[in-house]
């Protein structure tokens, strides 16, 4: 029976980044959703990425997992089994494993993407119930250096700041963040207000050339690893020119002086060197920071993802703080959160080594707080295991059960095959997920299948302490049910009280009378995060509530914008602290067999394991394939060429992608995508290669540094397939799929020649196809010389599938032939375009995409530079529309403009 849509809009929260930006949500079908920005909401304004725009891509119920499943260790097979058997086999074997080997033989693996709610009661179960530790988050790669420099720093895990201060700034200084690509909003929002006030400056310290240089006043490509002293220079410049606030040093401070003699050497050249700057850009930097008052310091993964991760958080916080520009308007140190949830997940204290509600764990005081509230029968008492210790710990069977949910480890954690190993040997594998099949369910012996965005209720908190509420606006797909609510049947089933809530707005509640329970010195633990103003709301105004920013003691005193206006942090003292920061290198460095240093990261249009963004067609056309970004030489001295397959290697593992020099990569390093995953290519997860090196403090792992070797994957051809059913991929080497709207196009080569097996092109391609018909309709051309071969299948007129191999890289353009797809007929033009291998008609091929939300191809945007003699992304804007609706591919379309003119000039 199918269930009537109601097409009325809901207001609800993108499931992506952290800039948590308000969507409104209008469902036309069960499938289609109409998705727009909400103007209402104070993070975008109405506004959306390209990711965001193409949500309504992704609601579908493909590969979607729609009721529990058991997998029969024996055979690997997986069959379909009711919630109540799921149920009784998860608690079961957590009470079997906990009453044999206690507490600290079972986790909990969860992550950053899970509602506040869900979050709430997972922490719960472990920490309060279970009662060990064990309960880690993805979110340990990827915040924990900023939450451990926070405690170091404030006394508590507080990001002090208001997306607005990134508009009132005259500096934004941007470390080891692609914001262009990975906040895009918060970037268009700095851009739009350097457009209106051209002398606020924005500087980017990263490696690489990223989209977000495009924008930048100043680049500061610095040596990997180097930012900690980079800042220690900076503190040492600020103390040598008089450019401290020696009354807010003294008056709200402790440390100054250590965290001076640590920082070392205030001798530019010195400093330059180590960081492998030029002196005179680094000197710009220092006096722009030195002399600017209203200072943004953002840092993301280039800062957290490392051995000296919370380090570098102190080293930027500490210049902070010298100069007193913290908790004032346009000033302080910002951490960008990268999940939507990140810093829900804080707030609840879903990480190993937190309690609950900012409470901290190993301190008695604090511990009786939560157990007496939660009247739980224990407490945990000391931290559990960090993410990586934790998949160490199942690896040497000291944990013998792990329930994962919402995250995929087998791709995101360093030394993948490690991970896979750990899980093949644990005795009991948990997973909740919406999708069936990932790299980690492959190893899973429950599935559990869950609510996913559009179908969950709940809410999120984002990067400027935002709470937002995620609201369901489509029906539950077959059994599916939210995460709260199977954490809540298991740990009911495991015997506890404490887990019978009408709904997630009760899980609310009780979550924000947590937070200000005892909130108080003289009763228990003064704590910023309150947000005791949310209390005791029924479902109709949690489902009504706004988005608030916390701390939000009480109704009347209302909700806090910016943190310490009041110059008191959270340590006893209320003085905030220097943390003397000893730069020190990455922990594995280059050498001879590894020569090069592998860094790590995102691309525009895709979201982590791709899961989701996976799915929309519109999101493939803009990077389809993972690649090996390296400068040119570097690739001369690797014996490999652009465009040509490589093999990547560490100590760890290796990967397989294919060369490019696009990227602006400095000599030495290498960036590859971390969104490749088994699903969807042969060889292309990147984690195999990744080092399990992690911060000493935090625990985060080096995911920006692994010292690696490059080389030619050799293959004797090359290709690619369109075609409305999947091809046999037994024919081919590597592979990659890129989903398409009415087509599945798979980016191919082979090592073995096609024609060996299968007698010969025709005989591989129907092979290839599947194709028994000996008098299909097929469109060929084959040059033996130069090893071309194409072919086309049509059935009715309408094609089928088309293989393209050639013995070189160089194939033709892709998207014409996806628009082939769309017809129902083949016209004589295409046949004729398909055997000439590129389209007869001038200009219908676009290239790759750049703007997604129109899908103008970069072929398209040159020709029109060139042709119109256009010169700025505004005028490509009005003449293609591209960069007209999310903004995301503005820094794209600048650098198209400079390389079209740069190519214009080599060519007269
Ligand atoms: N499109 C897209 N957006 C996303 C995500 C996504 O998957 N896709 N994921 C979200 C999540 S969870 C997160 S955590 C954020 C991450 O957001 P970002 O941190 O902005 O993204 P990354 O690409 O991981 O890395 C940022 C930059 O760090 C640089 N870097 C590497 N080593 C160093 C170094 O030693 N020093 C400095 N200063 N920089 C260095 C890299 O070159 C890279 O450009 O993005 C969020 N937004
Ligand atoms: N090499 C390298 N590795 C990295 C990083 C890097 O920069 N370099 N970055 C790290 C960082 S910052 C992050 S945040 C991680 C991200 O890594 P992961 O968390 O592993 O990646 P996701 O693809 O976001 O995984 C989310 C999973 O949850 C599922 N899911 C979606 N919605 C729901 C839901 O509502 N409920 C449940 N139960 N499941 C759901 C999705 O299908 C997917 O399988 O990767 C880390 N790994
Ligand atoms: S910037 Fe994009 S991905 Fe991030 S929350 Fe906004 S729309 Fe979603
Ligand atoms: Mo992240």
């Known amino acids: 029976m199918s269930i009537p849509i109601v097409p009325v809009s809901v207001k609800t929260t993108c499931p992506y980044c952290g800039v948590g930006c308000g969507v409104k949500a209008t469902p036309r079908t069960a499938i289609e959703v109409a998705i727009s920005g909400d103007e209402a909401h104070p993070s975008n304004f109405g506004r959306l990425c390209v990711k965001g725009s193409a949500l309504g891509e992704t609601v579908g119920p493909e590969g979607r997992l729609l009721a529990p499943k058991l997998r029969d260790r024996h055979n690997g097979s997986l069959s379909e089994i009711s919630w109540d058997n799921a149920i009784d086999t998860v608690a079961n074997g957590f009470s079997r494993i906990i009453a044999e080997h206690g507490p600290e033989a079972v986790a909990l693996y969860v992550s950053g993407q899970l509602l506040t709610e869900d979050y709430y009661v997972a922490n719960k179960l472990m920490k309060g119930y279970i009662g060990s530790a064990n309960i880690d988050t993805n979110s340990r790669l990827c915040m924990s250096s900023s939450v451990a420099g926070h405690k170091r720093a404030f006394g508590e895990d507080l990001v002090p700041m208001n997306y607005e201060d990134l508009e009132l700034a005259d500096l934004v200084v941007l470390v080891g963040s692609n914001t262009a690509w990975c906040h895009p909003i918060l970037f268009q929002r700095i851009v739009k207000m350097k457009e209106k006030r051209p002398e606020m400056k924005i500087v980017v310290i990263d490696p690489r050339h990223t989209a977000t240089c495009e924008m930048a006043d100043l680049h500061l490509p610095l040596k990997p690893g180097s930012d900690v002293r980079l800042f220690n220079g900076l503190l040492a410049f600020l103390a040598e020119h008089g450019a401290t606030d020696a009354a807010f040093v003294d008056a709200h401070t402790r440390g100054f002086d250590d965290a001076l003699t640590a920082a070392g050497s205030s001798d530019l050249a010195q400093t330059a060197k180590d960081c492998k700057l030029d002196q005179h850009d680094l000197m710009a930097f220092y006096r722009l920071f030195a002399r600017t008052e209203r200072v943004v310091t953002v840092y993301s993964q280039g ?308 899961t989701r963004t996976g799915r929309s067609a519109k999101l493939a056309g803009h990077i389809s394939e993972s690649f090996i970004d390296m400068h040119p030489q570097d690739a001369l001295a690797c014996g490999v060429r652009e465009g040509e397959l490589a093999r990547v290697s560490s100590r760890w593992g290796s990967m397989i992608a294919r060369v490019q020099h696009g990227g602006g990569m400095p000599r030495g390093s290498v960036f590859v995508p971390i969104h490749w995953n088994d699903q969807v290519a042969s060889d292309a997860r990147v984690g195999a290669v990744v080092n399990p090196v992690v911060d000493p403090v935090s625990g985060e792992p080096e995911f920006k540094h692994t010292p690696v070797a490059i080389e030619k994957f050799h293959v004797s051809w090359h290709g690619f397939s369109l075609s409305r059913t999947a091809p046999d991929l037994d024919l081919v080497t590597h592979w990659t799929r890129v989903h398409g709207a009415r087509h599945v196009r798979y980016e191919m080569a082979g090592r073995n020649r096609f024609d060996t097996a299968h007698g010969d092109h025709h005989e591989w391609a129907r092979a290839l196809f599947h194709i028994d018909d000996q008098h299909a309709d097929w469109i060929e051309y084959e040059d033996k010389s130069a090893g071309v071969y194409r072919a086309a299948h049509v059935v009715d007129e309408r094609i089928e599938s088309c293989v393209f191999i050639s013995e070189r890289p160089d194939l033709p353009a892709r998207a014409w032939l996806a628009t082939l797809f769309d017809k129902d007929r083949l016209d004589d033009e295409d046949r004729a375009s398909l055997l000439l291998g590129q389209p007869s008609a001038k200009g219908e091929d676009t290239g790759p995409t750049v703007c997604s939300c129109f899908g103008v191809g970069r072929t398209t945007i040159c020709n029109a530079i060139r042709d119109k003699g256009l010169k700025t992304a505004a005028e490509i804007t009005s003449c293609l529309k591209a960069g007209g609706n999310c903004g995301s591919c503005v820094p794209e379309l600048k650098k198209l403009v400079v390389e079209t003119e740069m190519a214009r000039l080599s060519t007269v």
């Open 303 to 610: 800062v957290n993802q490392s051995s000296a991760g919370t380090d570098k958080v102190n080293g930027i916080i500490n210049c902070h703080l010298a100069t007193g520009r913290i908790g004032k308007p346009g000033m302080g140190p910002f951490s960008f959160t990268g999940q939507p949830n990140a810093m829900g997940g804080r707030e609840v204290g879903g990480l190993a080594n937190t309690l609950a509600a900012h409470l901290e764990l190993g301190d008695p005081l604090q511990g009786e707080i939560v157990q007496t509230f939660w009247n739980s029968p224990a407490i945990a008492k000391r931290a559990g295991l960090k993410a990586v210790e934790l998949f160490d710990a199942i690896d040497s069977g000291r944990v013998k059960a792990v329930w994962v949910m919402g995250t995929n480890p087998v791709v995101s954690l360093p030394d993948g095959e490690r991970v896979k190993r750990a899980l093949e040997r644990c005795e009991l594998v948990v997973s909740s997920d919406i999708i069936e099949k990932t790299d980690t369910n492959a190893f899973a012996d429950v599935l559990l299948p869950a609510l996913g965005w559009g179908e969950k209720d709940g809410t999120v908190t984002n990067s400027e302490r935002r709470i937002s509420r995620q609201r369901a606006f489509i029906p539950a797909p077959g059994e599916a049910r939210a995460d709260w609510q199977i954490i809540c049947d298991v740990a009911r089933r495991m015997g506890f009280e404490g887990f019978d809530f009408a709904g997630p707005h009760e899980i609310f509640d009780e979550h924000a009378r947590l937070s200000a329970y005892r909130n108080d010195a003289s009763t228990g633990v003064h704590r910023a995060f309150n947000i005791g103003g949310l209390t005791g709301l029924d479902r109709a105004q949690y489902d009504a509530l706004e988005p608030t920013q916390w701390p939000l003691r009480s109704v009347e005193e209302g909700s806090t914008a910016r943190l310490f206006e009041t110059r008191r942090f959270s340590h006893a003292d209320g003085r905030a602290r220097f943390v003397p920061t000893a730069p020190r290198d990455p922990v594995n460095a280059p050498d001879e067999d590894y020569p090069l240093v592998l860094n790590t990261g995102r691309v525009r249009d895709q979201w982590h394991t791709m």
